[in-house]
C-alpha cells in the first residue's frame, strides 16, 4: 500500500512540477463579479504585466477575459516584451485600442489599452527619450478627453533594485536614479501641464513610506498642495493589498496633480488593488503562473466641479 501511496505522489509532482504546470481558467470559475470601472466614472489602472506574454497564449486568454470585465478606460502596461503579441491582445478586445512603445531597452516595453467609447481624440507620445539614466523605459504619455475634460496620463517603469539608501555620490546608484526620474517627471508637469489634470503611474519600483531622507519620492510628497498619491492608504495599511505580494511590497502607483483632488475627495472615487488572484480558482499561483507577479492598482473618479 505504501509503494502505491508514494507512486501517486511522485505522479503527482510530475504533473505539478512539469513544462505543462502552467493552467488555463477552469470553466466552473467565473470571473463575472470581478469589476472595477462603471459607466459614469473615470478610471486608470497600471499593470506591470510581468514578461507579457508571461505564459503565452494562456496569458492572452487570461486577459481577454479579465480586461473587459474590469471596464475601466484606461490602462497603463509595464513589461511588454512582444509587440506582436500585445497587438493579437489588441485585436481581441474590441472596445479598445491599444499604443505600445519599442524604445525599451531589453524590449521591456510601455504601452496604453485606452477604451474607443470614453476616451476621445487620444494623443500618445514618448518624453525624456535621450535620459537613460533616469529613464531605462522613457515615459509614455497619453493626453484625451473625457466627457469633454483634457486628462492626461504618464505612464513609467522606474529602475528596479538597490539598497534602499540614495547614494547622492554616484549617478547610477538605483535610488538616486529613481530619485532624479520623479523629480524629472515633476519639472515636465510644472513647465508643460499646469493646469491640466494629470496621472502619473506606473512600476516605481520603490516605497512611499519610506523615510524622508531615503525617499525617492520627497519632492513631490513635500509639496502635498500640488501633488498627491492617491494610493497612500494602501502603503500605509496592510501588506495584504499591496501590489507585489511576492515581496511583499507596494511598488505600484498613482499620483494626481491638485486639479483631480475635488474628483478624488468625491463620494464613489477609491484607489485599490485589483485583487484578480482572488478570482481565479488557485489563487495567486495561477495568477503568478499565468499574468504576473504584480497586481493592478485602479483609481476611480467621479468627475465633478475641478478646478
Not at 499593470?47 to 492572452?60: M, Q, V
Not at 513631490?220 to 497612500?232: G, S, T
Request: include cysteine; proline fraction near 5%.
Amino acid at each position: 500500500m505504501k509503494k502505491y501511496i508514494l507512486l501517486a505522489f511522485v505522479l503527482t509532482l510530475i504533473i505539478s512540477c512539469g513544462d505543462n504546470s502552467v493552467t488555463a481558467p477552469s470553466p466552473e470559475i467565473s470571473l463575472d463579479d470581478l469589476f472595477f470601472g462603471t459607466d459614469s466614472t473615470l478610471e486608470v489602472v497600471t499593470w506591470n504585466i510581468e514578461h507579457f506574454p508571461k505564459a503565452g497564449s494562456n496569458t492572452l486568454g487570461y486577459l481577454e477575459e479579465i480586461i473587459p470585465q474590469l471596464n475601466v478606460d484606461v490602462i497603463a502596461l509595464q513589461e511588454i516584451e512582444s509587440t506582436a503579441d500585445f497587438a493579437i491582445l489588441d485585436a481581441e478586445l474590441p472596445n479598445y485600442i491599444g499604443f505600445c512603445a519599442a524604445s525599451a531597452s531589453y524590449d521591456i516595453n510601455l504601452a496604453f489599452l485606452y477604451r474607443t467609447d470614453t476616451v476621445l481624440q487620444p494623443d500618445v507620445y514618448e518624453i525624456y527619450t535621450n535620459e537613460d539614466r533616469p529613464f531605462p523605459r522613457a515615459p509614455l504619455v497619453l493626453e484625451f478627453l473625457w466627457q469633454g475634460n483634457e486628462y492626461v496620463v504618464i505612464n513609467n517603469h522606474l529602475k528596479a533594485s538597490g539598497d534602499g539608501i540614495i547614494n547622492y555620490n554616484d549617478v547610477w546608484d538605483e535610488e538616486y536614479r529613481r530619485l532624479e526620474a520623479v523629480n524629472k517627471l515633476k519639472v515636465y508637469i510644472d513647465n508643460n501641464l499646469p493646469d491640466t489634470r494629470v496621472f502619473v503611474v506606473g512600476d516605481m519600483n520603490d516605497e512611499l513610506t519610506d523615510d524622508m531622507e531615503s525617499n525617492v519620492f520627497q519632492t513631490v510628497l513635500q509639496q502635498p498642495e500640488r501633488y498627491k498619491f492617491a494610493d497612500m492608504a494602501i502603503a500605509e495599511g496592510s501588506s495584504s493589498n499591496w501590489s507585489y505580494p511576492a515581496w511583499p511590497s507596494h511598488l505600484d502607483h498613482i499620483m494626481i496633480t491638485n486639479e483631480l483632488y475635488p474628483s478624488l475627495e468625491a463620494h464613489g472615487s477609491e484607489t485599490k488593488t485589483l485583487q484578480i488572484d482572488n478570482y481565479l480558482e488557485t489563487g495567486w499561483y495561477e495568477y503568478d503562473n499565468n499574468i504576473s507577479d504584480h497586481l493592478p492598482v485602479g483609481i476611480k473618479l467621479v468627475i465633478g466641479s475641478e478646478k
